[in-house]
């Protein structure tokens, strides 16, 4: 059985982050390591975290000196991790409890180096309010419409130790995303409704308006189209988006 290093920044989720952490214990998959780095200058809720921590011995705290975002606490937590595969959780959303075994055992028996599962979009009451089916991506696909949850996905480490996640208020995981299918890497699909992730109000992920400027600058910056391009790139992007 493969460890997995299942990494979660923390940045003011004090309402949910205990249910996202026991669906993690409670994974019918037991051997794994949770990463929770703890991103915020503010430390009000670090004892509270803490507190979380010794749920399990499982679980390892890492506290950042400074706010740096969620990616480049991902890329702490991928720096600090010893499992074979590495797996990404937003600190709000919730892992039906096979989704580590189905996963795993999907990987393992397809030998694949990155997968990603179908979920649930649900609103702060728990209610399911929408649904995302995965299919097999490939950067031809991608570069149209992001269709992978991050809270889905799972990468093999060795991929990771040479691939990071940049600096990028929103989209920093889209961008890694994109990097990593163009270098010929295929996202394949596990199309298993095990993940729900929460649609929180005021989050930087649900802003219309970082969403417009980080989508252009995925196309202008990161893959190096010209500003009109981009702009085209990001009408399809947006427009597959409101489609879905």
């Known amino acids: 059985m493969s460890l997995v290093s299942i990494i ?12 996202t952490i026991k669906s993690i214990l409670n994974q019918t998959y037991k051997k ?3 990463i929770l780095i703890y991103d915020d200058d503010d430390k009000e809720e ?15 705290l ?17 720096k600090n991790s010893k499992g074979k595969y590495v797996a990404f959780v937003d600190a709000d959303d919730i892992w039906s409890p096979n989704k580590l075994k189905r996963q795993i055992n999907y990987m393992e028996k397809k030998n694949i180096s990155i997968s990603h599962t179908s979920y649930s979009i649900i609103n702060n009451n728990d209610q399911k309010i929408s649904f995302r089916k995965a299919r097999d991506l490939t950067f031809s696909d991608l570069i149209k419409s992001c269709d992978i949850g991050l809270s889905t ?26 990097k990593l299918s163009k270098q010929g890497y295929k996202f394949y699909a596990l199309n298993q409704n095990l993940v729900s ?27 190096g189209y010209s500003s009109i391009i981009s702009f085209i790139k990001l009408i399809q992007l947006s427009y597959n988006y409101i489609k879905k």
């Open 32 to 34: 794994f390591e949770v």
């Open 153 to 178: 996905v799972i990468i093999k480490k060795k991929i990771l130790e040479k691939n990071y996640f940049v600096n990028s208020k929103t989209k920093e995981d889209y961008i890694l995303w994109l």
């Open 8 to 19: 979660i920044p923390y940045y003011k989720k004090k309402n949910h982050i205990t249910d």
């Open 197 to 223: 992730w929460k649609k929180t109000p005021g989050s930087l992920s649900s802003s219309i308006y970082q969403k417009l400027i980080d989508g252009y600058h995925v196309y202008r910056n990161h893959l």
């Open 62 to 78: 890492f506290v950042n000196t400074k706010n740096i975002g969620a990616g480049l606490s991902r890329n702490k937590g991928i």
């Open 46 to 60: 670090l004892d509270y975290i803490k507190k979380i921590k010794n749920f399990d011995k499982r679980i390892k």
